[in-house]
């Protein structure tokens, strides 16, 4: 056998020890032990090997925006919603487009090779970000899965042009229909709009994810319509619920009643941790509600959840580096998932998880898929949270396009080594279900 690219002696998310073998862009092996002519042989003995970061929850038109044209000072979702405004009245096509291939240039650099991304389309201004993205989906295709949701972030019926603009990005091409329904003007047209949104997606045989009761408001049920809608046109295991924060503060007794019908309905949640522990809560003295919605809960249901980074330097969100380490870092703590199983659960919530909800299903590293993986400087999913290490080689589609130098620190210690590395694996820890 002759292939492109052999690995040699990676540790999978399962624990188990591999090579694996690459040609003609698909896994063409993956065995304990490959002998086989390899155009490169890469010693990765030691290091974890996994599928690629996904990230289903990302605002690719306002990434890297940051300070222009101005700072959000308070850092609350109102200024920032204001800053969007002014940002989208000035920035141009090809302003969108370059700072968005600089994301991309990041996430790939991080082994993040899929990424979700809403494209507002609530007025004329916004436009710019469809064609511009839509654009930069085609240019990243080889290397990166870029999936536009359509997203009239001013409302869908509260915005004068939003419905208008969101046919038409559907028309140009977008993939998945958004919405916002806490953000129309009533509860009513909140509820009108999933309607009409999930009927679009039925008859144009399109994915849903909305942006769902992003609110500390415990009487925002949108996520009930979005549920029902599933199942009466049809749409289930293919309709997510983003955010969804007011379930934090739900009644208890209504919750019961509400993940049985998600559960039923099939509906995926998104929550998006960095953000929902910056933005939520800001209305509150104290104690301060954490708004992350109810996710050891839903995951007990059933319910498909996977994280969302949400925002890297743009008006809601100073910080950010395309790691879903860090996102799966930030989730793990503030939902509690602190056990062995819930930690390990937390690393497929970024990378298998987020995959089922993006519908990429030749992705995975077995046999026959598609060659898209990345090498991390850690023994085991759970330390690669802990670390967030160094990702030490990334191939997409079977081409290396990432690589990194392993780090490392000397020490100058009278009586200690000269240097430490802070890698700590726990033997037979990944594999605890
Ligand atoms: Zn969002």
Redesign the pocket.
Request: aromatic share 20%; glycine share 6%.
């Given at each position: 056998m002759s292939v492109d690219i052999l690995l040699k002696g990676g540790i999978l998310p399962d624990g188990r020890t591999t090579d694996i073998a690459i040609a003609n862009g698909r896994i063409a092996a993956i065995e304990p032990s490959i002998d086989a002519e390899a155009g490169e042989v890469v010693d990765i003995s030691g290091d974890l090997v996994s599928p690629p970061f996904i990230d289903p929850?990302?605002?690719m038109d306002a990434t890297l925006s940051y300070g222009h044209p101005r700072i959000n000072a308070s850092g609350t979702l109102l200024e920032g919603i204001a800053l969007w405004g002014e940002l989208k009245a000035q920035q141009t096509e090809e302003e969108i487009a370059e700072r968005a291939l600089r994301y991309c240039d990041w996430a790939v650099s991080m082994g993040l090779l899929a990424i979700r991304s809403?494209v507002d389309t609530s007025d004329d201004d916004a436009m710019k970000g469809v064609r511009a993205l839509l654009a930069v989906r085609e240019t990243v295709r080889p290397y990166l899965d870029l999936q536009l949701v359509a997203?009239p972030q001013d409302g869908f019926y509260r915005a004068p042009k939003a419905k208008e603009n969101t046919l038409a990005a559907l028309d140009m091409g977008v993939d998945v229909v958004g919405g916002i329904p806490h953000f129309e003007r009533t509860m009513a047209d909140g509820r009108a709009s999933v309607t009409e949104l999930c009927e679009i997606a039925a008859e144009r045989g399109l994915m849903v994810d909305m942006?769902c009761d992003?609110t500390d408001d415990p009487m925002s049920r949108h996520i009930e319509q979005l549920a029902y809608e599933t199942q009466r046109l049809g749409l289930q295991g293919r309709v997510t619920g983003?955010?969804l924060t007011s379930m934090h503060s739900m009644d208890n007794y209504y919750v019961s009643k509400l993940l049985p019908l998600i559960a039923e309905a099939e509906v995926a949640a998104i929550p998006?941790p960095l953000?929902n522990i910056t933005l939520q809560g800001r209305h509150d003295t104290y104690p301060k509600r954490r708004g992350l919605t109810r996710v050891p809960e839903m995951l007990g249901h059933g319910i498909r959840v996977a994280w969302?980074q949400?925002?890297v330097l743009d008006p809601?969100y100073s910080l950010g580096t395309a790691d879903m380490l860090d996102v799966a870092f930030m989730g793990l703590h503030v939902a509690q998932m602190t056990s062995p199983g819930d930690m390990r659960r937390c690393f497929d919530m970024v990378t298998s998880e987020s995959a089922a909800i993006m519908g990429l299903d030749d992705l995975g590293l077995e046999k026959g898929r598609r060659a898209s993986l990345v090498v991390l400087d850690a023994g085991d999913p759970i330390e690669a949270i802990r670390l967030r290490p160094d990702r030490l080689l990334v191939i997409s589609n079977g081409r290396i396009v990432a690589r990194r130098k392993r780090g490392g620190t000397t020490l100058a210690l009278p009586g200690r080594p000269a240097s430490v590395s802070r890698r700590h694996t726990v033997e037979g820890r990944s594999n605890v279900a």
């Open positions: 929850h990302f605002h809403h997203f942006h992003e983003s955010h998006n953000i969302g949400d925002c809601w």
